[in-house]
């Protein structure tokens, strides 16, 4: 009796993409459901009974509690995260104003150091002094 030599494996193109499709369901599925989790704690508005309770649910029933949570509290989930980000970009708004500072450049510092000649605060020595720093 003769022996076959299987060359390739049997997996249809059809098999490939269906095995693909699951895995990546299941990697968004994994991804809501640590979002939900993290936003029941994150979430301001519920006591702690009620934190417990969505945990177990989503515990216990994973793909029910997730997708009750999200039709139940999908909204003020979508609130918090706009408020995050809102208070993200405050806060690097800030901290560019504050690193780049608002001078305006050597223009605005030359024009200062002319005003104050003017009013006879800084002498022309003082003012060329100034200038010569500001320039270098």
Known sequence: METMTVLAYDYPVLGAFLTMMFFFVWIVWLFLLFRVVIDVFRSDDMGGFAKVLWLVFVIFLP???VFVYLIARGHKMTERD???????????DEYVRTVAGSSGGVAAELEKLAALKDQGV????EFDQQKAQLLA
């Open 63 to 65: 793909y029910l509690g």
């Open 82 to 92: 706009i408020a995050q980000a809102q208070a993200q970009k405050a806060s690097m």
């Open 122 to 125: 800084l002498t022309q020595a």
